[in-house]
């Protein structure tokens, strides 16, 4: 066991040397490159023909290449992966397997010998390492190997690269295969920075390759620079898919009528399959002349979508798309690791972005098997009851007649950079610990806002306090909104009341990255004029040409020449499509129950309708049993949850 | 076999009738029917019988992209013709200039669609009359070279119209505003060492049609073509005649109008004086031939045949030879001279009014009129093809060249006069495709 | 399929069309003097002065069924032939041709023609199988050369020619083409349409207009959702299925009223300059 050396550092310019170093030792380069308005994997010769530049956007069934802002702009790597995989280098999609001939009386066979180009993938991720491993257990290292595969992989050399930029889409994380890259499962990994590369090898072929590039030795900076970027990767992606006993629980939903419904999206079209780096599914077909009684046997990717594939003389035993789209994903998920000891997911989200109408493997799996209990967050500041963290009043403001907005400093950073619809407990010494929700974040100045309506005695003692008030502060708490989950739909935020304080980060959010969005709309309902809080956000918010916004009051004062009645009416009857919106919804549980009524009746599906609910809330940990809500805990689990996880809780009273 | 049913089939003593019932070798399904009465000629007819597809009305509410690949539907032969044709049209209409690579690609396309169209009928469908053959498989057991030349020929025609429009037939990257895709230049080098070999066949063409025989058949017609000052005409030009005519593209209808004729079902194209008119290879020869290519014109000068093109109809299939010339040898030019546009297509907006051109297709000039509403939409379509507008002068030939053949025997007779048909290339299929009789056509534009 | 003999007899014959599916068998350059060794073809008027009435071993019909004299002639010509196949969308589906199934056919010929009693047309274009049993069907428009070949293989090999019934997508894919709806926007009827032509609309930056029908289990209504949701008005995104396979099941189930054709006056929503102008990145 030879002992890791040390990372180095390649400079920018460098690169170029590595691509020609690989030349020269006879390969050809097979790197990301723009194609048709999307990164592609063809033979490169040298940095310019990279995707310098170039990053891209991604949500489910929708992909556009962008220009990186700032610094990004130098970057070759500063994409995610895009439609093509490395599987067309190792897997061909038409590969002649064998010959046949009939001459002068015998009939012959013979293989066809594969005699694949010494090649050198450069810009290998994570997950597409893990996708190569995949292949390598069915098509090399199962009893029979596939000898056109194993010359093929044979002759490639892997250049892998770190992501330092995560799509929408990606969920590496929940299948355990990325972002970071352990040294031994390449050849050489590279970690791009803004002036370079960090260089580890893997094997005898990359360290001599080091070697030849003659790296100096890497800071402890940039090293740390390196993890702290990837380590963002990781945080940007969470853990969208709970992986924990899913074979045998998507196993035992065969029958879930969510299949059905999926069928009625699903086209059938087999881009997931042959988008995904570890599909294998084939057929072979002969080519035969006319001339002559030649032949070939030819091999060509099929898929488990395509009418033939399960057919026999007298049709397909999986006619039906639902039947197909559970033999896929099923097989992805549950079988594939009965076959080989593994998920055949390598959670690279193709299949999501690619699909044209689509359709979300994480969303469909969340529905048809979803985990016993949503697993606790990864909670960077939520410490033990009791253990909170000192942060001052530095002014205060009212909003309504009886809610006040708190503009804390000083606060621990793990908390001014929680994320939006999470929440903070605070107190001061005698006063029992409220939950709040962070109105808006302040991530540059340590700073939150808090918007408090007094209705007790302790939360009328936190309104009312001065500034230079000390008090404590224990979070970021719970789950947010999922912004994630919007990128690239249309959003509609509607809100009742003070329910905006908690949806107000989203906003800032949506706002503040808006072309991660299709069409912005935001409903405000309050009682009366006076009752709106955040008065000059949503004039300002009203004001904006790309936003859409309303708002109604249900009694109408004097000076109000605005709509008046249910906040529903602001966007029931209106010409919009909802089918692929996404809804954050917040107010008192009544108005959630209409909105969400009227969202599903314009054709909004129940696992994008997210809403923030509340309930009795101490610990913020799941751990003292008041806020339970069904099979969940409203601290730990939500305060935001989607209208499917929530199901009849949602809408039964005394829950 | 069909050839030659009915013969006879007149009543009296000195009637005798020609009658082809389905043509062969040509495109569509047209039939043949003269009737020679003491030696007189009263009846000639190329009577087209095949079922309308009534275009003119389908691309009716459609919008120009949309029509692009409609109107290619009219003819397996020569599709980039009538997309060209519209995709011109739209463009003067909405002032569109497109960059001078995307047109110089679209010139490409129309060379590989003259190539391709050309080599097949002279030597699969009008080769075996000049060696009084069925066809080009009997061709091949005489002399199978021959016809291995054409159809490499062809191929590269094909091939051609594959690169640059993604099939040979019904090809898909013309859109109004310039190319759905560019090809970039590696795309084009395997053509280019193509082109080569295709200008040596098509030199060779030249010189074996050189020496076919044929019937002697003088007539002096009236030629219609487009011209262009800088180029052989294809996509542009002047609308030229041998009478000194000299319009624009768009104003066919000042000077052309189509007529009914009974007993046809098809119209009869004809100068507002009533004249007949030809089109074709032998007419753009004769009209716009000082802008034959180089090679092109020192291969028709090498054969000493140029003074019989405008005379005699039988000498178009040298036309069309000399035509190959000029293909390969310009397609040749515009991929060395290639650079890949900076952007395939540019944006446009539409106007109300007018959209009309004229191209050269293969078998002569083309005829587009459309009239669109404020979106662009398609409200009313005229299309000309070229067989309709020479069917008039197909017609008076047959009458006139019938008398030479009377002394023959029947079969051959018939023989000859459908070989005198080939000589026109018609493309049934497209004229029967205008069986458009309303009324205000005979006007002109309103 | 029935055994053939050795040198089958071929007849190729064309009813409503372009011709160009039977030009593709021209276009077979390479292929062209074998094929006529290997088969004998015995009627081919676009290509042969020498004729034949049959009977046929294989007959190539290409063409739809729109005049009243075709019905008659392809029950004679089924009658003589072993294997009928219908080559391209008009013998397959009635072809560009069948959008005036939307109009009335009176109507049309009272505007067009002035004495439609000349005309001898059927109110409904139709394909072939709507009248006579058909062994095979090719299709597209045109045909694509690659199955035409295919197909005359099969038969002399005497297996099942490979015609698969596939999405475009799978085409598309394998080419490493990158998804034109996902990453520019494109209406592309790939995804219900079936492959054969390999995906060239696709590589040249458009979407599919659906030259070879509709696919096995296609989901129209699906895809018109997708086109809905890229902007287009429920109309537009259904009338991309009025093209060259209107008249096939399910594409004419989706077809608004009227066809293919935009009312005058509705011009809403009709993409028009806009398309043009999003021409790919």
């Known amino acids: 066991m030879v002992t890791a050396a040390p990372p180095s550092f390649l400079p920018r310019a460098g690169l170029d040397r590595l691509i020609a170093l690989l030349r020269d030792d006879g390969r050809r380069v097979i790197g990301p490159t723009v194609v048709d308005g999307a990164v592609a994997y063809e033979e490169i010769a040298s940095t310019a023909d990279l995707p310098l530049g170039w990053s891209d956007e991604q949500s489910p069934g929708r992909y556009r290449l962008v220009e990186s802002p700032g610094p990004g702009r130098e970057r070759a790597f500063g994409y995610t992966v895009g439609p093509a995989s490395w599987k067309r280098y190792t897997f061909p999609p038409r590969v002649d397997i064998g010959r046949g001939r009939d001459a002068d009386g015998t009939v012959t066979y013979e293989p066809v010998a594969p005699e694949p180009d010494a090649l050198a993938f450069l810009g290998v991720r994570g997950c597409e390492l893990a996708a190569l491993r995949i292949q390598d257990r069915v098509l090399r290292d199962g009893p029979v190997a596939d000898p056109d595969y194993v010359a093929r992989r044979r002759a490639a050399l892997v250049i892998a690269v770190e992501c330092t930029v995560a799509a929408s889409t990606c969920f590496c994380t929940s299948m355990g295969t990325g972002p970071e890259i352990a040294r031994e499962s390449a050849d050489l990994v590279l970690t791009e920075l803004d002036d370079g590369y960090l260089l580890r090898s893997g094997t005898d072929d990359g360290r001599r390759l080091e070697a030849r590039l003659d790296p100096r030795p890497a800071t402890d900076d940039e090293v740390a620079h390196a993890r702290a970027s990837v380590a963002d990767v990781r945080r940007r992606i969470g853990d969208p898919v709970a992986v924990q006993g899913l074979p045998g629980r998507l196993q035992a939903r065969l029958d879930h009528p969510r299949w059905a419904e999926i069928a009625e999206r699903c086209l059938g079209c087999a881009n997931c399959t042959l988008v995904c780096p570890t599909c294998f599914c084939t057929s072979v077909t002969q080519r035969s002349d006319l001339d002559s009684r030649d032949s070939v046997a030819v091999r060509g990717w099929d898929s488990c979508f395509s009418g033939d594939f399960a057919k026999v003389a007298g049709g397909s035993f999986r006619w039906r798309r639902q039947d197909r789209y559970r033999q896929w994903l099923t097989h992805k998920f549950s079988t594939w690791v009965d076959q080989f000891g593994a998920f055949g997911c390598v959670g690279c989200g193709r299949c999501v972005t690619w699909c044209p109408v689509g359709i979300d493997v994480r969303e469909e799996l969340a529905v048809i098997a979803p985990p016993a209990a949503r697993r606790p967050l990864p909670m960077a500041a939520a410490a033990a009851p009791g253990d909170f963290t000192p942060a001052r009043v530095e002014r205060t403001w009212p909003e309504t007649p009886d809610t006040t907005t708190l503009l804390l400093t000083d606060v621990d950073p793990a908390i001014a950079h929680g994320a939006p619809g999470q929440f903070v407990m605070v107190t001061r010494p005698g006063l029992p610990a409220v939950p709040i929700s962070v109105s808006r974040y302040h991530p540059e100045g340590d700073a939150i806002e808090l918007s408090i309506r007094a209705a007790g005695p302790a939360t009328a003692t936190l309104s009312s306090l001065a500034p230079g008030t000390p008090l404590g502060v224990r979070g970021p708490l719970g789950r947010g909104w999922p912004l994630e989950a919007a990128e690239g739909r249309d959003v509609i935020v509607v809100s009742g009341g003070i329910g905006l304080s908690p949806l107000r980060p989203a906003i800032d959010a949506l706002l503040e990255d808006r072309p991660r969005y299709g069409t912005v709309r935001l409903y405000h309902g309050a009682r009366t004029p006076n009752d709106r809080p955040h008065k000059d956000d949503l004039a300002t918010w009203a004001a904006r040409p790309d936003v859409e916004a309303g708002e109604t009051v249900d009694r109408a004062g004097t000076g109000w020449t605005g709509p008046v009645g249910v906040v529903t009416h602001l966007f029931d009857a209106g010409r919009w499509d909802a089918r692929d919106a996404v809804a954050f919804v917040c107010g008192p549980e009544r108005m959630m129950q209409a909105t969400v009524s009227t969202l599903e009746d314009r054709g909004l599906r129940p696992e994008r309708i997210h809403v923030s609910m509340e309930r009795h809330m101490e610990c913020g940990i799941g751990l003292c049993g008041h806020c339970q809500l069904g099979r969940f805990f409203v601290c730990r689990d939500g305060p935001v949850f989607s209208r499917a996880e929530l199901g009849d809780a949602f809408i039964l009273e005394g829950v | 076999m069909h050839a030659g049913d009915g013969v006879a089939a007149g009543g009296g003593a000195d009637e005798r009738v020609y009658h082809v019932e389905e043509l062969t070798r040509v495109e569509g399904e047209g039939r043949l029917h003269l009737r020679v009465r003491d030696r007189e000629v009263v009846e000639a007819r190329l009577n087209i019988f095949e079922a309308p597809r009534y275009f003119e009305r389908l691309v009716v509410g459609r919008t120009p992209d949309e029509v692009i690949d409609i109107v290619a539907r009219i003819c397996g032969i020569c599709p980039i013709a009538y997309q060209l044709t519209a995709v011109h049209a739209f463009e003067s209409a909405f002032g569109v200039t497109v960059d001078p690579p995307v047109r110089a690609l679209r010139r490409l396309l129309y060379c590989g669609e003259w190539i391709e169209s050309h080599a097949l009928h002279v030597y699969l469908l009008h080769a075996p009359d000049f060696l009084g053959l069925p066809s080009a498989v009997e061709l091949a057991k005489l002399d199978r070279g021959v016809v291995e030349q054409g159809l490499r020929l062809k191929r590269i025609g094909n091939d051609i119209l594959a690169v640059v429009g993604g099939r040979p037939i019904h090809p898909v990257s013309l859109r109004v505003g310039g190319l759905y895709r560019a090809p970039r230049r590696e795309e084009l080098a395997k053509l280019r060492a193509d082109l080569d070999e295709a200008v040596e066949l098509a030199q060779a063409t030249v010189r074996l049609v050189a020496g076919f025989e044929a019937p002697e058949f003088e007539a002096r017609r009236l030629l219609v073509s487009l011209r262009h000052p800088d180029e052989y005409p294809m996509n542009e030009g002047r609308i030229v005649s041998s009478d000194g005519l000299d319009l624009a593209p768009q104003d066919w209808p000042l000077a052309f109008r189509e007529e009914q004729v009974e007993g046809t079902s098809a119209l009869h194209a004809r100068t507002h004086a009533g004249e007949a008119y030809l089109l074709g290879p032998s007419a753009r020869l004769e009209l716009a031939g000082a802008a034959l290519h180089p090679l092109a014109a020192r291969a028709l000068d090498d054969t000493g045949q140029a003074g019989e093109l405008a005379t005699n109809v039988f000498r178009s299939v040298l036309a069309r030879a000399v035509e190959l010339v000029q293909a390969t040898a310009e397609a040749r030019d515009l991929l060395d001279a290639y650079e890949r546009p900076r952007v395939p297509s540019v944006p446009w907006r539409p106007a109300p009014g007018i959209a009309a051109w004229a191209t050269e297709a293969p078998r002569g000039l083309l005829f587009h009129r459309y009239e669109v509403d404020e979106a662009g939409i398609v409200r009313r379509a005229t299309i000309v093809p070229p067989t309709s507008q020479n069917q008039a002068a197909i017609e008076a030939d047959l009458a006139r060249f019938a008398p030479s053949v009377l002394d023959l025997p029947h079969a051959e007779a018939t023989r000859r006069l459908e070989w005198l048909i080939r000589c026109y290339d018609p493309c049934i299929s497209c004229a029967a495709h205008f069986l458009d009789l309303s009324l205000d056509r005979d006007g002109g534009p309103a | ?281």
């Open chain 3, 1 to 281: 399929m029935p055994g053939l003999p050795l040198r089958p007899r071929v007849g190729v014959v064309k009813l409503t069309s372009c011709d160009g599916c039977q030009l593709t068998i021209l276009d077979l350059e390479e292929e062209l003097l074998s094929i006529v060794e290997a088969f004998d073809i015995v009627d081919f008027p676009e290509a042969t002065s020498s004729r034949s009435s049959g009977p046929y071993d294989i007959l190539f019909v290409e063409g739809s069924v729109s005049a009243p004299d075709q019905v008659e002639r392809l029950a004679e010509l089924r009658a003589r032939s072993t294997l009928l196949v219908a080559i391209g969308a008009c013998a397959t589906a009635g072809g560009i041709q069948a959008l005036r199934n939307w109009g009335e056919v009176g109507d049309w010929a009272a505007t067009v023609y002035p004495d439609p009693s000349l005309l001898q047309v059927l109110d409904r274009v139709t394909p072939i199988s709507d009248h006579v049993k058909v062994d095979v069907e090719v299709r597209g428009c045109p045909i694509s050369p690659d199955q035409l070949r295919e197909l005359l293989a099969a038969l002399l090999a005497g297996r099942r020619p490979q015609l698969p019934d596939e999405a475009v997508c799978l085409e598309c894919k394998r080419r490493g083409l990158t998804c034109v709806v996902v990453a520019a926007g494109a209406t592309c009827l790939g995804p219900v349409t079936r492959s054969g032509c390999g995906a060239i609309c696709p590589s040249f930056g458009r979407g599919c207009y659906g030259c070879f029908g509709p696919r096995e289990q296609p989901n129209v209504a699906s895809l018109v959702s997708r086109f809905e949701l890229d902007g287009l008005a429920p109309d537009e995104a259904r009338r991309r299925f009025a093209g060259i396979n209107a008249w096939a099941e399910p594409y004419r189930d989706a077809i608004p009223r009227g066809g293919g054709a935009r009312p005058e006056l509705a011009a809403a929503g009709v993409p028009g300059e806009t398309e043009a102008a999003d021409a790919r990145r």
